[in-house]
């Protein structure tokens, strides 16, 4: 005999064998609709990072085209006023330093990365304090 919010059923006639199957259902009810949410969540979050992630691997070819152009400019710059070995030695102890600071910032920004799943952690939390609320 299951009840729906909202409704004030005496509960006091009811067994305790009744009130905690039934309290055993809801709870199942409830942890696997929050699994559903986050499933979709997921689902739609990485539908998204894929084609975002296409496009960043096709700007990363493009831009590392350019840096290859650049490199063998710079590298013909300053060979004129330098050995081609120095030239090419300067130039490659500029981009791995420039490599080196983008790690960093890399790094720093995914470690402060937000939750995979916001909208779940959200209605965990409401959950959480619903259920605190019936003690």
């Known amino acids: 005999m299951a009840t729906t919010p909202g409704s004030s ?7 305790i064998g009744e009130l905690l199957k039934e309290l055993s259902t809801e709870t199942s009810t409830l942890v696997r609709k929050e699994m559903e949410l986050a499933r979709a969540e997921l689902s739609e979050q990485g539908k998204r990072a894929g084609k975002g992630a296409g496009m960043l691997g096709g700007a990363g070819v493009a831009g590392l085209l350019t840096l290859m152009s650049l490199t063998a400019l710079l590298i013909l710059l300053l060979d004129k006023a330098m050995d081609t070995a120095l030239a090419a030695l300067i130039v490659t102890v500029l981009w791995g330093a420039i490599a080196g600071v983008l790690a ?18 959200e209605t965990v939390k409401e959950d959480v304090r619903w259920a605190k609320t019936l003690k």
């Open 9 to 15: 059923p005496d509960l006091r006639d009811r067994s």
């Open 104 to 121: 960093l910032q890399g790094r720093n920004k995914l470690q402060e990365a937000t939750p995979p799943a916001p909208q779940t952690v």
